[in-house]
Each structure stands twice: as structure tokens, then as C-alpha cells.
């Protein structure tokens, strides 16, 4: 019970941000996304979509209620597809989050994972 | 391979980005979305040994996720693969604090398998993956469209172009690339095609109505839109987006239009959508 309405309160303090990142896209013009067309049906897009508007809310809040900082976890759902962000509301609590800590290595090994795949460091250099 | 806005990322930065203390780990769309962010191109290999071994003889090191407990108490792990021997029968990962893991690759094959074969590479927006499947390529670009990379994604869109050059759903993005980035006439010149090659689609001719009354050619645009909004009805997903692009248009002022608004068809086009 009282987790939920952490949530809950979480949710409401992350709409402000969220909310006016819609309204910004809402009046850069009347085009249609591409994400609309790009389903192979796209009815299947559009019922998408509204999903997506939803679980970007939960994700956020579930993000955030996994220690992530609520800035950064607006971010980390404004860089997914409808697509993703409707898998990952679905399936946070059982999908697979590499490198634990305890299991393996952890940050540090991602962080440099990261900065290798995007050629901030040279990978091949390294070997 | 250095990403436009990568040169400059701090680990502090990039663990925000990643890492879920709660999870204690990363998950995998948060990796698509640091490397969407920094303007590259994340692309879900298929499940193949074969794919990965054409990645990477093309120079391309690919991201895996491995499950290196069993299947019951999975130990979820992340690394790259650097080399692929088939003589033998070795993968070479960076993994952890090795620089260069040798594994069997029976044994790499079974880790990978536990973690359903994810697989990704990281490519410039401008490359291409050696085999590129069509929806897996859209996928990755709508990617970056979502994470609001419009310049790499009008690359994306136009190597996709590249390889096939009626493809709609590239033609329909590089539109919406190059509109948000302040090109109407390369928008239009894009939608322009799209639209020849579907001219049944409402959502095509409602973006190419929007940037047509952008160009001056309010005429033209407010009779595709209105046309379209007559074999809408209300319950039709494009429909409130049709009405809201006839209404602009009707409160921009009337008048002739210039010269260069021209119906779509008659225009001369070439094969990336610029007239």
C-alpha cells in the first residue's frame, strides 16, 4: 500500500517535467510521427502510442523509485521507441540489468562498456 | 568511430545515464539510449552466430548480453565481442577487468542463448550493418528519432534510402528529420515521394499539407488536406490531426500562390526525395 502511493506521489511530481516536454512537442507542428507509420499495422502503432504516453509516466516513476535521479530518468524514457517504453513498463521488475554489483563487476565496467562502444575510448587500441 | 557528442561524456555522467542502483546493473534499453543520445546508430543484431562474425569482420565490436548462471538464478553480464575465430572455435570478449577473454564458443554460445541472443552493435549514423534486415534497420533509427537526434537520423533514414529507395517508412522519416531541423524544402521533397508511392496514407499527405502552408502554398496544401479529411471519418487514427491541419491552414490568410507550388507528381523528384 505504501509503496503504491509512493509512486503515485512520484508520478504527480514527475508529470511537471514531463507534461511540458509534450506541450513543447505538441506545438512544433502538425506533423505526424513517424513511429505512426512505421508498425505493420497501424492501428497497432496508434494504440501504441497512447500506451507509451502512459508508461513513460510509470517507467519514469519506476526508475525513479530505483534510485535512478528523476531528472535523469525522464532522460533515460525520452530516449526509448513506443515500442520499448511499452516492453520495459511491462517487464522492469524481471528484466535482465547486466553486471550486478555483487555478481560481477558493476559501474565501473559498464561505464567504460559504454565509452568503448562509443569511441570515446579506442577498443581495439586496448588489446 | 568518435560520436559527435561522445567526446565529451564524464563517467559520472554516464553512470546517471545507465546505471539502476535498485537493479544494481543496467538495463538494455538504457544502453540503446546512451547510444542514441550520443547520435549513433544502436542496432539489434539478429540472434545468429553468423551475424555477429560479419559485424565483426567489418570492424565492428558488439555489445552481448550473457547469463553466466543457469537458467533458474540467472547471472545477468554484459560484454563485448572483439573477435570471432571459426578455425578455433573461440570468441574473444572484453568482459569485466580482461582486456581479452578467450571462451570457447560452445560455451559462449550457451551464456548468450540464456540471455535470448541480445545482441548490438553501434554503428555512425551515417554506416549500415553488413546484412541489414529492413525492420530491424527502422527500429534503429526511429531510435534515434525518438531520443531527439534529428541529424543523425536524416543520415539514417537517407542510407536506408540508400539501399532501398522506395522504402516508406525512410522516406516518411527523413520528412520528419529534416522538418524539425528547419528544411521545409527538403521535408516536402521527401513527404513529396512518400506520398507518390502511397497515396491512399493520410498521415503522408497531412505532413506534406503542413509544410506545403510552411512554404507559402497555403491553395495547394488546403486542398490535399481537406480531399483527405473527406474520406476520413472521426473514428480514423489521422483524423484529428487532418481537421487540426485544415483549420491552420484556413486561418492563414488567402491569397495566390507562387509559382513553385506545384502538386505532388508533377514535380521532378530523384531517388533521395531532394527535388
Redesign the interface.
Known sequence: MRGKFGLRAITALICLSLCSMGFAQAA???????????GAE??AA?VERLQSLVASEDVTAK?V?????PE?AA??V???????LA??NAE?EQ?????????????????L????????ID??K?? | MLGPAGSRVTPDVLASEVYTPGLKGSLQPDLLGAIRRRGLLAYELPPTLEALSAELAAGHPILVLQNLGPVSRPVWHYAVVIGADASTETITLRSGREARLQMPTRKFMRSWDKADRWAVVVLRPDEVPVDPRRERLHRAVLGLEAAGRPVAASQAWSAVINIWPDDSVALFGLGNARYSLGDPVGARAAWARYVKLNPGDPSGINNLAVVLGDLGCRNLALQLARETLDKLTPGDDAYPQVLDTVSTLESQPAGRDPGHCIPVGTANQDQSGRP
Open positions: 512544433q507542428a502538425g506533423v505526424i510521427g513517424t513511429h505512426a507509420i512505421a497501424q492501428r496508434q526508475l523509485v530505483l534510485g535512478v535521479d535523469w532522460q533515460r525520452a530516449s526509448l521507441t513506443d515500442a520499448e516492453r520495459l522492469i528484466m535482465p540489468a547486466g553486471a550486478g554489483v555483487v555478481t560481477i563487476v558493476g559501474i565501473t565496467f559498464i561505464v562498456l559504454i565509452l568503448e562502444l562509443t569511441g570515446v577498443i581495439f586496448k588489446i
